[in-house]
Every structure is written in structure tokens, then in C-alpha cells.
């Protein structure tokens, strides 16, 4: 993996009513336009599965919609993202992390981007240099502790 450098030329994905978002400080993604995108671009991402954990103290958190649990498509991938070297976070599917956890199933599709291709779904242009220098930061430290901290094999959520 290489360090990355922020797009001066970056445009953010701005919303619309109706669009799906998720994030809050320091991060935001367009959700709407990352799952068309992937549409369009099947052959760009890494298809494959995710681990789904038991349910813990943090596991299906009050924010979620209740009433929308039971009608999540489980066969719909999830949209996983490369934060650091180590590290994939869930952008896309917590409630159907949720109804898995609660119907015993232990794992998911689930669509992986690169560090370079959830950058274009960011909100904002400062997001994308905040990225890039957390990115940065967080490369150096994975070599320099020689990735012993690096996860290997499926996710888990």
C-alpha cells in the first residue's frame, strides 16, 4: 500500500432529498451514489463475504429503524470501506447486520472498496484532504509496527 495524495480537483457528492448518507465527524459518504456506482462498476469491486458477530452490548444500536429490520434484503451486499491498512468499516447494511444477527446467520455479501475508490463518495472537498492525511498517518504506523496489528481474512461486524 501507498500513501495517498489529496485531489485538488476533487467535487464533492453533494445530496439530494431522498439520498441515503451515513457518516458524522471527521467522515461522510454518499450512499446513494457509491451503491449505483458499484452498480455500474461490478468489475472494480471485490465481492465477497463478511463475518457477522454475535450480537454484543453494541450490537444493533437504537439508532436504526426498528420497523425497517425485518425487510432487509440480506441477499444485498453490504458496502464495506478500507479506512486504514488494517481496517474495513461498514458503511452500508446495518440493518441487515442486524436482522442476520437476530436470524443466526453468520455471514454476508459484501462489496469491499479501495481507500482510492470510497474517496469519490465523500460530502465534502475537506474530506477528502482530511483523508488522505489520516490515510497517511495511519500507513506509517502499520509499517512501522510491521502490520502486526493487521486484520487477515474476513471482517467481522
Known amino acids: 500500500m501507498k500513501k495517498m495524495k489529496a485531489n485538488p480537483d476533487f467535487i464533492p457528492c ?4 431522498g439520498d441515503e448518507m451515513l457518516g ?8 446513494s ?4 456506482w458499484i452498480e455500474e ?7 465477497s463475504v463478511v463475518q ?27 458496502i464495506m470501506v478500507r479506512m486504514r491498512p488494517e481496517f474495513f468499516r461498514l ?10 444477527r437476530r436470524l443466526g446467520v453468520k455471514e454476508l455479501p459484501a ?6 475508490q470510497h474517496r469519490q463518495f465523500f ?14 498517518g495511519k500507513l506509517k504506523d502499520f509499517k512501522r509496527d510491521k502490520g502486526r496489528w493487521g486484520v487477515v481474512g474476513e471482517v467481522e461486524v
Open 14 to 17: 453533494l445530496p439530494v432529498p
Open 24 to 31: 458524522g465527524f471527521p467522515f461522510n459518504w454518499h450512499i
Open 33 to 36: 451514489k457509491a451503491a449505483a
Open 41 to 47: 462498476n461490478p468489475g472494480q469491486v471485490e465481492l
Open 52 to 78: 457477522v458477530g454475535a450480537p454484543g452490548p453494541l450490537a444493533d444500536s437504537s439508532n436504526l429503524d426498528e420497523e425497517f429490520i425485518p425487510q432487509a434484503d440480506l441477499t444485498k451486499p453490504l
Open 91 to 100: 458503511i452500508d447494511g446495518n440493518h441487515r447486520v442486524a436482522k442476520a
Open 111 to 116: 462489496y469491499y472498496l479501495t481507500q482510492e
Open 123 to 136: 460530502t465534502s472537498k475537506d474530506m477528502d484532504e482530511r483523508y488522505v492525511g489520516y490515510w497517511n
